[in-house]
């Protein structure tokens, strides 16, 4: 087909598009409350037909310049289909800003309009590779601005941490994470902390935990391959084989490093118990894989061996015999003592690692241990309870992250305790005892300090725990909450008095121009975009068609993005056509402009909340007396 | 003395008096005191106008002319933040330093009787004495010029002085101290030769000077008798006439053992105004009866100590062991070996006995008081030689290192032989590292001199090694000095993580992994972690002597510290009594030290009356409960609480007429009321935990019958049932939580009914002043009560609701009980 | 005491002193121990254990001394003293290290 056609075909795609994105945009913003308009859920899509459009156009421009067209073109597809680039090139080679800002342009699958976070989380992992004090920081103050790090951000900064070499606390990050139900993360986030937490269980050589952790969807190939060495490690039954290792291998990263992991675990025949194991033997078995890497059959075969300890004569006897040989010491005691000191073992074995009670055989023994080890859990599980619920009354509020941490530590306790529920009565228990914590917990996560996923997480967890346990007097109020903190309603903060910072009545007038002004553009232009054609059919017209076409899509941004502000004393109201939110004042930035217009920067805002915004003061003089009186200012750079 | 053979100092620092023995490995000798007070020094030190310090018997001479700068008896004050004031001089002394005038003098003469100026030493001091008076022991000593000292308890000294002069094994003996001021008794026993303290006892304020007290009350009689003046302990117009009074009392008291009658005169006791005379003689009758209830004092505790360690009945112990001036009294004596039924350890002298065992102790761990500085360099090849200087073991070994290099080459065996002749080792090989090992043979109970020679690998020699010669005593030792009082770490929940048991070996050092309880950021500046070390037998920690503390700050941190993160605690204990103490956080590797304290708080006694108080109410809604539970053991253990309490208040009575020793015995009584207390609210805990569930249960499940929704009165039925099986399984944290649950239920049933919502304002408003944020909660009252009047449920609710976001927080009263400790 | 020291820690082991030893061999075993980890004699640094060889302080040595003075402690530490025949189990598989750890999840090292 000839240019000519091609010219109108173009710009009639692209004057189509962007104004069904200016009405969609457009007519969204008239539905109060409706997110769905500022985070299409065809965003990605979108952004990437518009670099396909870009490419093509592209082609169609640089003709007469070979390569210029190839290099355009080449690079806006790359840009419609970035993952591929970004996973392959920027990460792995580190460049931290690089991979931020491409995020950035062409958006993350798993994030909306505005949010850094998905970009943040690349960077992140581009900063594992290549760890830098500078990248670090450029990470946590993109960080910075949000109130609400979803587990985007939230493994973003653990990934920072990791890359500062603050292991522990990274991984207390992480746990929090893993205890996350599948689906609420996006699979990207999982498979990260899925891999981290299986590798550092290898590195404790707690194979247990790393067959745990692995078997948990999302699985990445190299958690596949982690399972399968973990196996061999175990020596269980049905350890998959060479063949299967191998090909697991294959198909992990870094083929290189770990290959000499996977000849080993071949090579590696797991000890079998000996024949006739003595009570004594077995101890001695249990402690030489304390801490974390005893099987099920030891610690079984400790149990039955102290069952043996306690009904065997010569045993008794030797004692007894040797009692006397020291003189006026009770046998009794010293026996009742020794057993004792045997089955804190045992339990110890069962506690550091957090293994099942399954693991106990039946006996009068096993049955012991198996309350003794339950009760010790109750116990851990109360007294984190118990901390968070006197924090949260005292209002001493953490960092998010470190909110994750202490979640992640309740919410493993709990896992543990309900895996060991065998009695409804358990169940009930274990309920009863995180309930009253848990709520006031997630309540003030999610609806006090808008931090939706923490609180959305908490609240899920907790419907699990109450169905389990039957407690359907609670069960309403839970769903509830957890429908409330799901949905991304205003923050339910009741109505909030307070001085308004400039003049209400200008304001709404600006509105209503901005609204009249934009719809009279809008159709406008769309018809003149139609009538090109006909009129100056050649390049100049193409572009400013499309110059003008994706301004005037900006230009409906503008009415969404004028806010009043209001002074109260738990901080200013931002009020926004849709939008209500209230920031501390440290959190707003104003700066002024001509004709009595404010540019209002806000930080540490929900994800939901437009970060860039205007309002306007009756004069410029009013304006710039309102900016200084919010001076001295925390604006963070970005 | 030459000074070529090692001695080995130790001391006594009495409440009265003080003593000191020296050991030369062959015999001991007493030090006499300069001031030909005989063996003892008198613990008084006297500062006057000019700064002067007088020391011991001179010092004491002057108690009656200036009596106010005088001061005796500063032994019990020690480790405590009081000062002691000379207004003549117009000086303040620390206790610490008026007891390093008393061992500085008696270094003196110790210098002046064996020509060495001793640097190092063994200080004796009461079986109760606790880290921070210890560790002032040890300052003391280190202001009065010692360069070393190490602490040995009375009781295992003179158990050791004792042992040590018993020809044979004594087995078990039971040593009886009864000093000025304290009572300590121990039940030791010594097998091979080794003594080893099987268990003591006491009472910290039990001693001659309540003999003196029980005379005094006498002449308080007789005074009133003879001219109707009524002295007052609690006035101090009288504390001077006191003071006479106790110095009578105490001349009288050594006259009456001796004698069977003492005449006492005093022309002027002392009051201001009227001039009043005491004349009177005091026959030995009255006296024995006067003590005999301290004397039958005395003897409950060691038959409750010989209990303990199933020893009943009389001659259940091998002999009996008395120390103190005032075990020299007849009726004590006769009473004793009644009581007990064992023979006196025959020859010693119940006073100086401390110094010689203290002495032996020195010669054992090898403090020899001549110091480092007395390492006599002879010709021949230099080798480092580990060997006990004293040994209880006929068989010890030598363990030694050749120093040079050089000296390995040449040097392949090494030989040690007795110098009398009697046995000389085989040829020990010497390792590639130059260290030999030789198991030597001694004599028993004499000091054995040992030659070491080398020999050449060619076998040619002997070889000259320096030293050639050295002196291993045999004698009776001691192992390890056992720590007096549990030290461990106090915990959130008020309880104790005990570190080291009483009685386990010094020098330790111990470390334990313990769990945060809160989450420390460094965001927040005044966040702190804090990890009390405290030292007591109690299972509560706020019974326990807080004796320092580790302090974690927040902002010192690089990373958030979540909650219930580990942290590596190490504690170490030396033989001086000083305490170290550390925390490790394994994940980041960061160490915090120890924040020392080492004092013990000053008794107010103002402060006492309110908290007997406290305790009395505590008491008697315990004992409602106990009677209601029939709960036998809980009345009695409450009723001797009580019996505490009632002596409690007379001591305080005292303690506000000034005498700090009363302050610090009611104190004392005040804790150890306050653990039986705790002990029968312990008895009572299950059956008043079950008794309070049954209440709890009638009382919301008429409410939930009334108001509830089917679905409360199922969860009602199953939260029931759980709990009953709880309480069939004695499981408390279920019951409660059970408990708890029912209550929410029923509250969420009772809000249903008519008015509650009214009601539930009106409590709010009465509580607003304790709101979070008073202004916002004004605001909600208002609009709960227009709410009212405008019969709007809907607001009042919202009103209420708001309400209650903003009620206080409950106060964390365990952790303050528990020295704001931040672990568990 | 986790099950590990409770083996490793066990005093017969620290002072190498047979399950029925008399008192006074013990005392002389402690005591020589003490002189030779105090010139630091090699062959005194470490003792051997049913899970392989430790490491020997003096704390160890005072501590496990203290601990046969007291015939009721000693009775309990002799039920583990029964094991010193046996020989080592074998060991488990080797953890991965945490650089490797590392290098498979994309990082370089640790800051």
Redesign the interface.
């Known amino acids: 087909m000839n240019q000519q056609h091609f010219n109108t075909v173009f710009i009639v795609l692209a004057c189509i598009a962007s104004s069904l994105w200016g009405l969609c945009s457009f007519l969204m913003s008239l539905v109060p409350q409706a997110h769905r308009a500022v985070y299409p859920r065809y965003w990605l899509p979108w952004r990437r037909s518009l670099f396909v459009l870009l490419a093509i156009w592209f082609d169609w421009l640089f003709q007469q310049h070979p390569l210029l067209q190839l290099a355009s073109s080449v690079t806006a597809l790359a840009l419609a289909f970035a993952e591929l680039p970004i996973a392959w090139v920027l ?2 080679a ?1 460049l931290v800003r690089t991979s931020y800002y491409v995020t950035r342009v062409v958006g993350h699958p798993a994030t909306r309009v505005g949010a850094q976070l998905g970009p943040a989380f690349r960077a992140s ?1 581009a900063l ?4 830098s ?1 500078a990248g ?1 920081q450029f990470i946590s103050s993109r960080l910075e601005l949000y109130a609400d790090l979803t587990p985007l951000g939230v493994a973003a900064s653990a990934l920072v ?9 990274a991984l ?1 990050v992480l746990r929090g994470l893993g205890t996350l139900p599948y689906g609420v993360a996006p699979r990207e986030v999982m498979r ?1 902390v899925h ?2 937490l299986a ?2 269980a ?4 707690n ?1 247990h935990e790393v067959v745990e952790w692995a078997e948990l969807h999302p699985r990445t190939p ?1 958690t596949r391959l982690l399972e399968a060495i973990a196996l ?2 175990l020596g269980v039954p049905g350890a998959p084989g060479s063949f299967r290792l191998w090909y697991r291998w294959f198909w992990a ?2 083929r290189l ?2 290959r000499a ?1 996977v000849v ?2 071949l090579g ?1 025949q ?2 079998q118990l000996p024949a006739p194991l003595g009570p ?2 077995a ?9 974390s ?1 005893s099987r099920p059959l030891e610690v079984a075969a400790a149990v039955r061996g102290l069952d043996e300890l306690r009904q065997d004569p010569e045993w008794a006897a030797e ?1 007894e015999r ?2 006397l ?7 009794q ?2 026996r009742s ?2 057993l004792e ?1 045997i089955e804190s ?1 045992i339990a ?2 069962l506690l ?1 690692n957090g293994r099942p009670c399954a693991w106990l055989p039946p006996g009068p023994s096993g049955e012991a241990l198996r309350e003794r080890v339950k ?1 010790a859990r ?3 599980a ?3 309870a118990k ?2 619920h ?2 949260l ?4 509020d ?2 998010e ?2 909110e994750w ?2 979640w992640g ?1 309740l919410a493993q306790a709990c896992l543990e305790l309900e895996r060991d529920a065998v009695t409804h ?1 358990d169940h ?2 274990l309920f ?2 995180v ?2 914590p848990l709520w006031s917990f997630g309540y003030r996560e999610c609806f006090v300090r808008d931090r939706r996923t923490l609180g959305r997480a908490i609240f899920q967890f907790q419907r699990r725990l109450c169905v389990s346990a ?4 609670a069960l309403e109020t839970i769903t509830n909450n957890a429908a409330a903190g799901g949905r991304e309603a205003l923050p339910n903060k ?1 109505d909030l008095a307070g001085e308004p910072v400039h003049d209400l009545v200008r304001f709404f007038r600006v509105r209503r121009w901005a609204r009249g002004a934009t719809a009279v553009v809008f159709f406008g232009l769309m018809a003149f975009g139609f009538c090109f054609r006909w009129l100056w059919p050649d390049v100049q017209t193409a572009i400013t068609g499309l110059a003008m076409t994706s301004a005037l899509a900006y230009a409906f941004l503008v009415p969404g993005r004028i806010a009043e502000l209001i002074e109260t004393e738990d901080g200013v109201i931002v009020q926004l056509v849709q939008f209500r939110h209230v920031v501390q004042r440290r959190d707003v930035s104003l700066r002024a402009g001509p004709w009595g217009l404010l540019w209002v920067r806000l930080q540490r805002t929900p994800y939901w909340m437009p970060r860039r915004l205007w309002s306007v003061q009756a004069s410029s003089a009013q304006a710039r007396a309102t900016a200084a009186s919010f001076a001295p200012t925390v604006s963070k750079a970005g | 003395m030459s000074s070529k053979r090692s001695i080995f100092v130790g001391i006594d620092l009495g409440t009265t008096n003080s003593a000191a023995a020296v050991f030369d490995g062959e015999r001991v000798q007493l030090i006499r005191s300069a001031q030909g007070s005989g063996l003892l020094t008198p613990s008084v030190v006297r500062i006057d106008a000019r700064g002067k310090v007088t020391v011991g018997e001179r010092a004491r001479r002057l108690v009656d002319q200036d009596p106010d700068n005088v001061k005796s008896e500063f032994k019990r004050m020690m480790g405590s933040q009081q000062t002691i004031a000379f207004p003549a001089a117009g000086l303040v002394r620390k206790p610490e330093e008026l007891a390093a005038e008393v061992l500085r003098s008696i270094r003196e003469d110790v210098k002046a009787q064996t020509g060495i100026l001793p640097e190092t030493a063994v200080i004796g001091v009461p079986a109760l004495f606790e880290l921070p008076q210890t560790a002032a022991t040890s300052e003391a000593a280190r202001l009065a010029g010692f360069e070393r000292v190490e602490i040995i308890q009375e009781p295992v000294a003179s158990g050791l002085g004792a042992g040590f002069r018993a020809a044979e094994d004594v087995g078990s003996f039971l040593v009886y101290d009864l000093g000025g001021g304290t009572f300590d008794v121990s039940l030791l026993e010594a097998r091979e030769g080794l003594l080893r303290v099987v268990g003591h006892d006491g009472d910290n304020f039990l001693g001659g000077r309540d003999f003196d007290a029980a005379l005094v009350d006498h002449f308080i009689e007789l005074i009133r008798a003879q001219s109707g003046v009524t002295l007052q302990r609690d006035n101090p117009a009288h504390a001077h006439a006191f003071r006479r009074l106790r110095v009578a009392a105490e001349d009288a008291k050594i006259e009456l053992s001796r004698s069977t009658e003492a005449d006492v005169f005093i022309a002027d006791i002392g009051l201001q105004g009227q001039s009043v005379a005491l004349s009177a003689s005091v026959e030995r009758a009255t006296f024995e009866s006067l003590v005999a209830p301290l004397i039958e004092r005395t003897i409950t505790i060691c038959e409750r100590l010989l209990q303990s360690h ?1 020893l009943v009945g009389a001659g259940s112990v091998g002999n009996v062991v008395l120390v103190g001036g005032p075990t020299s009294i007849p009726a004590l004596r006769a009473r004793v070996a009644q009581a007990l039924g064992a023979p006196f350890g025959e020859g010693l002298d119940a006073m100086t006995l401390v110094a010689e065992g203290a002495a032996y102790y020195a010669a054992s761990s090898g403090l020899d008081a001549r110091g480092s500085g007395a390492k006599e360099a002879g010709a021949g090849a230099p080798v480092w030689l580990q060997f006990p200087a004293m040994s209880s073991d006929l068989n010890p070994f030598v363990v030694g290192k050749l120093v040079e290099a050089s000296s390995r080459e040449r040097i392949s065996h090494v030989v040690i032989s007795r110098t009398d002749g009697g046995w000389a080792s085989a040829r020990e090989v010497v390792d590639p590292d130059g260290t030999f090992a030789i198991m030597t043979n001694l004599v028993a109970r004499r000091p054995n001199t040992l030659r070491i020679e080398g020999y050449a690998p060619n076998g040619d020699g002997p070889l000259l090694l320096a030293p050639s010669e050295f002196v291993i005593v045999h004698g009776v030792t001691l192992g390890d000095p056992p720590l007096a009082r549990s030290v461990g770490v106090a915990l959130a929940n008020n309880g104790v993580r005990v570190f080291f048991d009483r009685g386990s070996p010094l020098p330790m050092r111990r470390t334990f992994a313990v769990r945060t ?3 420390l ?1 460094p ?2 500046p005044e966040g702190s972690l804090r990890i009390p070390v405290v030292q007591g037998e109690f299972p509560y920690a706020h019974l326990c002597r807080l004796v320092g503390a580790i302090e974690i700050k927040a902002s010192s941190l ?3 510290l ?4 580990l942290i590596e605690v190490t504690i170490e204990l030396d033989r001086g009594g000083r305490l170290a103490a550390s925390g490790c956080i394994p ?2 590797g960061d160490v915090f030290g120890h924040v020392a304290q080492l004092i013990t708080g000053k008794v107010v006694p103002s402060e006492l009356a309110p908290r007997i108080e406290e305790l009395r109410t505590r008491l008697r809604d315990t004992r409602t409960k106990a009677f209601k539970h029939k709960a036998q053991k809980a009345i009695t253990v409450l009723s001797s609480a009580e019996a505490m309490l009632d002596d409690c208040a007379i001591a305080t009575q005292r303690a506000q007429g000034g005498d700090q020793d009363a302050g610090e015995r009611a104190q004392r009584l005040l804790i150890d009321a306050d653990a039986l207390i705790a002990e029968g609210e312990g008895e009572i805990a299950w059956p008043d935990l079950d008794e309070r569930a049954r209440s709890g249960l009638t009382r919301w499940a008429g409410w939930i019958a009334e108001y509830g ?1 089917a ?2 009165r ?2 009602l039925e ?2 029931t049932r ?1 709990m009953e ?2 309480s069939l399984a004695r ?1 408390a ?2 019951v409660r ?2 408990l ?2 029912i209550a ?2 029923g509250n ?1 049933a009772a809000m249903r009914s008519e008015g509650a919502w009214e009601s539930e304002l009106d409590y709010q408003i009465s509580q607003i002043t304790k709101s ?1 944020d008073p202004k916002a909660a004004a605001k909600l009252v208002a609009e709960g009560q227009r709410a009212i009047q405008v019969r709007d449920k809907a607001a009042l609710e ?1 009103a209420v609701r ?1 309400l209650w976001e903003l009620a206080p ?2 106060s ?1 009263k365990t952790r303050g009980l528990g020295h704001w400790s931040g672990v ?1 | ?4 020291e ?2 490793v820690d066990n005093p017969f082991f620290v002072l190498g002193v047979a399950r ?1 030893a008399a008192r006074p061999d013990i005392e002389r075993a402690a005591q020589r121990l003490l002189a030779e980890l105090s010139i630091g004699r090699q062959s005194a640094l470490a003792y051997s254990t ?2 392989g060889p430790a490491q020997r302080t003096e704390d160890k040595v005072r501590a496990a001394a203290a601990e046969l003075r007291d ?2 402690k ?3 530490h ?3 003293a ?2 010193a025949a ?1 020989p ?11 650089p ?12």
């Open positions: 990460v792995p580190g992992r594992l590779n290549r760890p004090e670090a941490m990791l890359a500062r070499g603050e292991r522990e606390h207390g990260v891999e981290i590798l550092e290898a590195t404790r050589a194979w190299l061999r490690a990263p870094r490093a770990t992991l080993r675990a590696f797991r000890s004594m033997q101890q001695l078995l249990l402690a030489s894989g304390y801490p890497n004692v040797r009692a040989a020291l003189g006026n010491v009770s046998a005691n010293a003592r020794i000191s073992d110890d074995v550091v009760e109750a116990e851990r109360d007294r984190l901390e968070l006197r924090r009354e005292q209002r001493r953490l960092g992250v470190e941490i202490c530590q009565d009930v228990s009863r005892t309930h009253r039957k407690a359907f007097d009741s | 199933g309880v809160e989450t950021s965001a927040d690089k990373s958030p979540p909650v219930d993160s994940s980041t929704t679905i409360e199922q969860a199953e939260t759980a099986k709880a499981n944290r279920e939580h059970h708890a649950t929410h239920l969420a979070r919202a708001g927080g409950t964390d568990t | 005491m986790n099950p590990r409770r083996v029925d049913p899970l015939p009721a000693r009775l309990v002799e039920a583990w029964t094991l046996e080592t189990p074998a060991p488990g598989f080797e953890p991965i290290s945490w490797l750890a590392l290098r498979l999840i994309g990082g370089k090292a640790e800051g």
